[in-house]
Structures are given as structure tokens and as C-alpha cells.
């Protein structure tokens, strides 16, 4: 069984920075993409950031390009995202996901992952 555990979420202020992990177990394959997600209150899930197993390729979505980097320590089973130049508007609940993926080249919503970490709050102050 795939668990994902992750951490490092809190409250700054606007323009400081935080760095999430997720920390994966039970894991089976060997293809696969990680994703940070956000859902704001009353506000859709959406997806920040994915990285593919193989070779590191990684996407954004265009409010956090420039400010977040994706990134893995496959020898450590653990996914981070660091995030600089924060906004209120990145306040959130963030949550990491992973699932089978053939390549890193093509965003996978939502719906397209199987394990999902229980959440770290992040709370932007003005």
C-alpha cells in the first residue's frame, strides 16, 4: 500500500518562503509522476506542480512559474516543493499525489492519480 506523508506547511508572510516534503512508502513502480496540489476553501483543487520519475522533467502551473521548484530524492523515497516569493493567493491546503505515468510530458489532472497524502496547511499572511 502507497502512503504519502506530507510536512513542512505554516504560516508566512507575503514574499517569505516554505519548503513542503512527502515522504512516500510501499511504492511499486517504477514510472511515475508526483504532483503538489492546492485547494483553497470554497475553491477547486488544483494543480501546482508534477515531476516525472525518469529524468526529473517537471511542469508548473503558469501562477506559480518562477516562484515554486519541484523536486525528488528517489534514493529517499521524498518529494519537495519549494516555494519562494509567497502570496496570500497561495494559501492553501497542499497535498502531494503519485501515480503510474508513461512520461513526464503531459499534465495529469486530478482524477489521473491513485495515492494522495493527507494534506499540510500553508497560510500566507499581507
Known amino acids: 500500500q502507497v502512503q504519502l506523508v506530507e510536512s513542512g506547511g505554516g504560516s508566512v508572510q507575503a514574499g517569505g518562503s516554505l519548503r513542503l516534503s512527502c515522504a512516500a512508502s510501499?511504492?511499486?513502480?517504477?514510472?511515475?509522476?508526483m504532483g503538489w496540489f492546492r485547494q483553497a476553501p470554497g475553491q477547486e483543487r488544483e494543480g501546482v506542480a508534477q515531476i516525472f520519475s525518469i529524468g526529473g522533467s517537471t511542469l508548473y502551473t503558469d501562477s506559480v512559474k518562477g516562484r515554486f521548484t519541484i523536486s525528488q530524492d528517489n534514493a529517499k523515497n521524498m518529494l519537495y516543493l519549494q516555494m519562494n516569493s509567497l502570496k496570500p493567493e497561495d494559501t492553501a491546503m497542499y497535498y502531494c499525489?503519485?501515480?503510474?505515468?508513461?512520461?513526464?510530458?503531459?499534465?495529469?489532472?486530478?482524477?489521473?492519480?491513485?495515492?494522495w497524502g493527507q494534506g499540510t496547511q500553508v497560510t500566507v499572511s499581507s
Open positions: 510501499g511504492y511499486i513502480y517504477t514510472r511515475y509522476c
Open positions: 499525489a503519485t501515480s503510474w505515468c508513461a512520461h513526464g510530458g503531459r499534465w495529469l489532472g486530478g482524477d489521473e492519480y491513485n495515492y
